[in-house]
């Protein structure tokens, strides 16, 4: 249930039976409740008797860390109710399935097992076809906000697999806990994962996996979940090369930050890609043409050149190395000998620097051998540092730095035209220089494209540190320069590609995931898609659907598993729309749930003081005023879309971001209007 109202008896039998069950699962979450607060203390009291443990000292600073970690992980679980399913099996017995293990000791029988446990899928594939030895699948309703109050235990509903027959669909409960308002953070779905989400989250920790999924089928909350699972079938392997949630934005970030944390994994990194490749502050702009050239592909190779085009592979000076009195000498032919082998060799342009130099001293070392025998460490350590020799090497393969690169080859046009020759035509390369070139990259200012560029030119220099998984939101609007971005940290690790084409709204955005999988580094990732709706109603993907035909991408058309939901087109009047728009609001206030008024930019200043001048002050936490732009991943339970028309015709792909706002709506949608027109066409209302 959703409510802290008695619930409705799911249970077969006289309604005493109900309230015996409740009565019973309700002490059985105050045992959970004790344990849990022993495990809290026992983690606790383990972190101060393993300080005194004898252990070397690598061994004692893992058994430390690891003590530490666990004691912090359970401290910070956020509060809420232990178990939200149970399952009695065929052969007798069965298990509560909750967030986390519970037990009153290590070794006894846990009071609640882990949904990520193998014992616990049956949870989410088990049917009347196939029961997997499971009788009966319990589900559990809670208050809404509930902190784990026992008391807050309203509801139970048992499916009967062994000998019935196939659901018709979800639910009671299942249905009432996806269409509960949605107020403040993303939450965790572990309580209502489907089948197919379930295949997904429950993936190898080796396989790259795509996610094309429509809009409310939960590929987000999918990501997140497999996450949590690989961070528990897979602790040390994942912890070892790390793991990396990236979203589209921070705002973004904030929305989903709680759900690990309710699943009981801490200190996961969530980002932006802009933040992990910031290596300045973004101070600069480009045009709408000239950031769209800085992140075609075709970069990639302007810049390659321009790095590996500082090495000297041709004509060399002869080298001469003091050595006492005498001087070891390396012929020039010999040095660009060296230098074309490791180019050949295409290494990391700082593992290339430093064979160069190896393999020169090697030369040196060589001469020296057949002149005296081996010589001692000190003299290598000694020829190694040699001016002479940093000298050479710096001729033939200059140290770089990112900034130098790429403020060089932006502000002079004969080294552009030289690292773009055959891949960028001429206009194209006007476009990208700079008009004022600054005196120094010290002082230069970078965009937002600049970012990905210098990113692009670091990874040449040296690989950066890699992550063993990456978790990609968005992933359809990402370039195919931040794409390599990413690829680049996980060579070998793996992906959950989350994304929606039909939701690009970029000028780059994709319109292939196999292009973009193969940018990413995963060209042979399986592609699973999601059309499966459980959060946004059937009135209002209907709608969605019928914008969809007009969009250039081919994406399957979603269906919603709910019949609920009210959609509703509302005409302004001429100098009417702030009016209505205050009208539709007020309605909205008679609901449950939050409230996103989605305008066009330009007039979202406007929106949000006309209802604060009629006392609706976006910032109750009910009603949030925001524009189109910033909206995607976000999810309201009433959305009240202003100028769809004025929406779609704002930018390239506005057709698609008027598709993301429509679909933001997961109860009730209205959409406010001036102009005639509108671009699914059709002024309907209707209700779930």
Known sequence: MTSAEPAEPAVKGPDHD??????????????CRAALAAMVDGADLQVVVGEDVSASGADAEVLGHGLRSRAKALRELP??????????????????????????HPAAPPLVVDWRAPVSRAFYQAGARDPQGVTVRRRFGWAPGSRGDSADLTGLEDEHLRGGEPAAGPGGLLLRELERPRVGPMRDIAATIQPEQDDLVRGGLADSVCVQGAPGTGKTAVGLHRAAYLLYTHPQRIRRGGLLILGPNRTFLSYIAEVLPSLGETGVRQSTLEDEIARHPVTGADTDRTAALKHDPRMAEVLRRAVYGRVTAGHAEDLAVPDGSYRWRIAGHRLTGIVSAVLAEEPPYEVGRERVRSRIVRLILTQAERRGGPPPAAWLRRIERARAVSACVESLWPRLRPEEVLAGLLSDQEALAGAADGLLERAEQAALLWARPPRSPKSARWSAADLVLLDEIAGLLEHPQGYGHVVVDEAQDLSPMECRAIARRVPFGSLTVLGDLAQGTTPWAARSWRVQLT???????????????????GAVLDLANRLLARLDTDVPPARSLRHDGALRVRRAPDGGLAATVVAAVRDALAHEGSIGVITPDTETTRVREALTAAGLAPTTGRVTVIGATLVKGLEYDHVVAVEPTTIAESEQRGLNRLYVVLTRAVSRLDVVHERRELPWGGEESAEG
Request: charged share 25%; proline share 7%; aromatic share 6%.
């Open 18 to 31: 109900l309230d015996t069950a409740l009565r019973h699962e309700r002490a059985h979450h105050d045992t």
């Open 79 to 104: 509060e809420g109710p232990l178990f939200f399913g149970r399952l009695d099996l065929a052969q007798g017995g069965g298990h509560h399935i909750g967030r986390l293990r519970i037990s009153e």
């Open 519 to 537: 940018h990413l580094g995963k060209p042979d990732a399986t592609i699973v898609p999601l059309t499966t709706g459980f959060r946004v109603p």
